[in-house]
């Protein structure tokens, strides 16, 4: 796709490429003398977040959060995907390979934005870092919500154990991924103290980081704390069974011994020839069992 002109005014100038091409990324190196190796960088599908400045071009790498193509992430490429931010002079120039909610919203407040004839790039720039961090805040929301589903279905409708455990660790795949990439992302938004923003502007865009990586920092404490907890639960219910069967095989073995004995038909044996043989042996059997079962509930086993 060619390069497109989002917003203009006297001050700055913002251009928008998406999904580049080869003969894309030529024309912007031929136009804005943008480094042909930085440029690579913005259709490297995996290429984690960072800064970079080449002569007079700044560049900031970022990747936005977004739902995962895949069923099971496995990279940071399967939860983000990346916008490439170039500030050459007062241009501002972005390159992404799909589609964003950054780029969108920002085009869409910019259009509503009072006062938006005197924004310089770095203003912009500022605008599309913020709404970066946004996305990363939006799906901790989410993921906050879905724990909170698998946490009601764990101790009140005592779902398959199996089931949960796979959901659990997509939540924290998703997780473990974001909060990565929110701490490769330090390094981008520390350099926006190098542009020409107000300092409360650059420790707002610092304090939203620094917020986000939080939650996730929670959200992974979070996650962590409820497969051990499912876990633990699991342990107990199968350590119920092993006592349930534990009981029974107290109940059932002495009186197997004694059956067994009795079944050994020697022919010298007294109580084989009394007509009351059995009927004393099966209740000495019973006799066996009530003396158990009084003794377990004695001891509250």
């Known amino acids: 796709m060619a390069a497109k002109t989002l917003f203009e005014n006297e001050h700055c100038l913002w251009v928008d490429v998406q999904a580049p091409t080869t003969e894309d990324l030529e024309a912007l ?6 480094d042909m190796m930085l440029l690579e960088d913005t259709v490297d599908r995996d290429h984690l977040p960072k800064y970079e400045e080449a002569d007079e071009v700044k560049f900031f790498l970022t990747r936005e959060s977004h739902h995962p193509e895949k069923r099971h992430p496995g990279g940071v490429s399967d939860v983000s995907t990346k916008i490439g931010i170039f500030l050459v002079h007062e241009t501002l120039i972005t390159v992404h390979r799909l589609e964003t909610t950054t780029v969108t919203e920002t085009y869409s407040e910019l259009q509503k934005h009072r006062g938006s004839e005197r924004l310089t790039a770095d203003e912009i720039a500022l605008m ?3 709404k970066v961090l946004k996305t990363f805040n939006d799906e901790s929301v989410k993921l906050l919500e879905t724990l909170d589903q698998l946490e009601k279905e764990i101790f009140l409708r005592h779902a398959d154990t199996a089931k949960l455990i796979r959901k659990l660790y997509l939540v924290k795949r998703k997780s473990a991924l974001n909060a990565r990439l929110l701490n490769l992302s330090a390094e981008w938004v520390s350099n926006f103290s190098g542009l020409k923003l107000k300092r409360l502007q650059i420790s707002d865009l610092k304090d939203k980081h620094d917020d986000v990586t939080a939650d996730y920092d929670h959200l992974n404490a979070e996650v962590n704390s409820l497969i051990t907890m499912l876990l633990a639960m699991s342990d107990q219910q199968s350590n119920k069974v092993m006592k349930l069967l534990t009981q029974f095989s107290a109940y059932f073995l002495p009186i197997t011994f004694i059956a067994g004995v009795y079944g050994m038909n020697f022919h010298h044996m007294p109580e084989l020839q009394s007509p009351y043989g059995y009927w004393l042996t099966l209740a000495f059997m019973g006799l066996v069992v009530l003396v ?10």
């Open 29 to 34: 190196h031929q136009t804005w003398g943008i």
């Open 128 to 130: 599309l870092a913020l």
């Open 292 to 301: 158990i079962f009084l003794y377990m509930r004695r001891r509250n086993w």
